[in-house]
């Protein structure tokens, strides 16, 4: 028996093993995430610096830009008039309360004529003007009555002169 301990084998390679954390791919892996952190990071930075760069408009931009748009179109059908007439009305409103904090958003024409009649806010043209415009739009809207195109555009001029004149006096001359 002792001569058989005495003749054992030995293995001929040693036994070798390199740990993941040690290997080519993984530091490779952990440059390329690396790289694509920061570069998130970055292109966060840059987005957030250009958003805070960007000018803020007013409401009374807002408002003159979305009825000039409305003037450039050409109103031939019923469907057309009436949806540039709520249009009209949605910009005057939506304009008003973010301008003047008037709560005029979720008002009716008439409602809103009768609200802005309380307010002291608006002088008396303007508010016959907007008057004109929401009595004016009144049939067009629900009575399916059809729209002149010049109509609509005497109409698209009393608002945006509505919006001219119920800015803020610093912006009077732009």
Known sequence: MEKINKLELYDIYST????FWQTTWFYLTCIALSILVVGSIVAWLIVRYNERNK???TPWQIALEQLQALQKKRYSTKAAGKQCYFAITSILKQYLHAQHQLRTIEKTDE?????LRKSTLLTQTILKNLEEICTGCLY?????Q???QKQIS???EMSVQIVQDTRPPQHKSR
């Open 111 to 115: 409602e809103l004529i009768n609200y």
């Open 154 to 156: 005497e109409h698209l």
């Open 146 to 148: 059809e729209a002149v």
């Open 55 to 57: 000018p803020i408009k």
């Open 140 to 144: 067009i809207k629900f009575a399916n």
């Open 16 to 19: 070798w093993h390199v740990p």
